[in-house]
């Protein structure tokens, strides 16, 4: 055979190949398009067979505005449409309805006409629906009136709406309220009163409040009340007063189920109202650091699953928690508490100050446990876990952080701990070694932007499930140091044997001296 015979032949097989692989994707192209159809008449199927389900309740005529529309009323949504006369020369146009859902609506009341200083009776207007509007992450309260100056009528409107309010079954009737009074500016009643109160009194809501008096009042508090008369327990407060009420729950679910030592998942959900300096878990589980926006969540029955941390030392529980901080942490709160009787900003600056002035690594043992797969059995039992394998570094550690929630705060946008989620079953592990002064400003600073906090040598991350924390070096340099002497970087903190290490526990300082167990749960 000749060349050009040849070369025929190879550029026929060419173009055979890529006819065939033009084939190929053509045939994916119609076998996605197949399941995209697919995917949308089940989902078409799914709304036709959910609109026949949702039956219309009621149908009446209301005032929206200046206009009358067609009110529509199902089992889960309201929705109206706008009555246009009909006229020769109009022309025919298709009106978007208005929809309520009534998962947003939390209280529904009879608007009536009253006088100056009248406190009840009147001539009736219609009905208002009470709901809450997402503008981001916030909640904001709305209002929608239903005009309609008929008694009979508003009021088999106001007394369906409220049955099918009521028949929520997720959604409080009876809540437990602490308030600390002291925390950050002392705005906490204030708070409650002001943008709270106002919305439980409008949803219906019954409160018993206990305002504590000392640290750990909600503790033995929790362990006299009767728990199956409440539908839930709220807090109004900072990190720490959380951290308290959170603790008490589980010991009380412990006592309750005889398990004192395995950690016990509450009977009663807790709702968390931030009036703290940080408010780190509210803004973690809410994504937004508003009162009012919590306050609704509360009343529309709004569940999640936020997972916390178990610290132990030598075999004895020291608190329950969601985040610690060792080292640099630790040191900046203690040297902060010894300064109350300054502002809490100012206090926060000057110990975050003074402690890198005198910054210098703690010599530690740290070990930890990987966090398990998503596939396997999260009810395995925790003795097993020493069948798996420790991973234990020596060294010396600036900071040693342990988060089961990603800690949202203004400071941190991402969070401190951003690549952990609020239910995974684990926890972050972040380890920053010993390294200069400057570099380590550099870590911090990177926390008020979007990522980059990690991409230092001297950082290291973990997802783990226990971390068990042993300082080596018994001691630290006392408050009196010197400047010069506070220069030295590599030389780890000297405490006296006997001495306690500061560690901040939610925004609370705990005193530990020995080797530190934490667990996830």
């Known amino acids: 055979m000749s060349e050009p015979e040849e070369e025929f032949d ?78 020769p020369t109009a022309e025919a146009c298709a009106l978007q309805p208005g929809v309520l859902l009534l998962r947003d609506v939390f209280a529904v009341k009879v608007k009536r006409r009253r006088a100056v200083g009248q406190e009840s009776g009147g001539p009736v207007l219609g009905v208002a629906l009470f709901c809450c509007r997402r503008r981001g992450k916030r909640l904001e309260e709305d209002t ?28 409080p ?8 009074p002291s925390s950050h500016k002392k705005e906490a009643v204030h708070i409650y009163r002001e943008h709270v109160a106002p919305l439980f009194r409008m949803a219906d809501v019954r409160t018993d409040i206990t305002v504590t008096e000392w640290k750990g009042h909600a503790l033995s508090v929790m362990k006299e009340c009767k728990l199956d008369e409440y539908d839930g327990v709220v807090c109004i407060g900072g ?37 703290g300096s940080t408010d780190v878990v509210s803004c973690s589980v809410h994504g937004v650091r508003d009162p009012v926006t919590a306050a609704l969540h509360i009343v529309l029955g709004h569940l999640l699953q936020v997972d916390m941390c178990s610290f132990s030392s030598l075999g004895q529980l020291v608190c329950f928690g969601f985040s610690a901080m060792f080292g640099f942490g ?61 991973t234990t570094n020596q060294g010396l550690y600036l900071s040693i952080s342990i988060m089961s929630i990603p800690c949202l705060s203004q400071h941190a946008p991402q969070g401190l701990a951003p690549n952990t989620s609020l239910a995974n079953g684990s926890a972050a592990l972040i380890a920053v070694g010993n390294t200069s002064r400057s570099e380590f400003i550099k870590h911090l600073k990177r926390y008020n932007s979007s990522s980059g906090q990690f991409s230092f040598s001297f950082v290291e991350t973990h997802t783990v499930s226990a971390v068990r924390i042993c300082p080596r070096s018994l ?17 780890p903190i000297i405490h006296m044997e006997g001495a306690a290490f500061p560690w901040n526990i939610d925004g609370e300082l705990v005193e530990i001296a020995n080797e530190v167990l934490i667990r996830t749960s």
């Open 10 to 87: 190879e550029e026929q097989s060419d173009s055979v190949k890529t006819k065939k692989k033009e084939k190929r994707s053509a045939r994916k192209m119609k076998k996605k398009e197949k399941e995209k159809r697919k995917e949308k008449q089940v989902e078409e199927e799914g709304e036709e067979e959910e609109e026949h389900s949702d039956c219309v309740v009621l149908r009446g005529i209301f005032q929206l505005g200046k206009k009358s529309h067609d009110v529509l009323l199902t089992q889960t949504r309201l929705t109206w449409i706008p009555i246009i006369p009909e006229t």
């Open 144 to 171: 929608l009136h239903l005009h309609n100056a008929s008694a009979e009528h508003t009021q088999t409107w106001y007394t369906t709406l409220k049955e099918l309010l009521t028949g929520s079954s997720s959604r």
């Open 173 to 180: 009737k009876y809540l437990k309220v602490f308030i600390n």
């Open 239 to 275: 990190d720490g007063s959380v951290a308290e009420v959170c603790h008490a729950m589980v010991l009380r679910a412990q006592l309750d189920a005889n398990s004192p030592e395995k950690p016990v998942k509450p009977v009663l959900p807790l709702g968390i109202i931030p009036a």
């Open 330 to 390: 630790g040191r900046s709160l203690a040297r902060a508490e010894k300064k109350r009787w300054m502002p809490s900003s100012r206090r926060r600056e000057y110990a975050v100050v003074k402690t890198l002035a005198r910054l210098r690594p703690d010599d530690c043992l740290l070990s930890f446990l990987p966090a398990k797969n998503s596939n396997s059995d999260p009810d395995q039992d925790p003795e097993l876990e020493g069948e798996e394998t420790w």
């Open 475 to 491: 001691i630290g340099c006392s408050e009196e140091e010197s400047e010069e002497e506070a220069e030295s970087k590599t030389t």
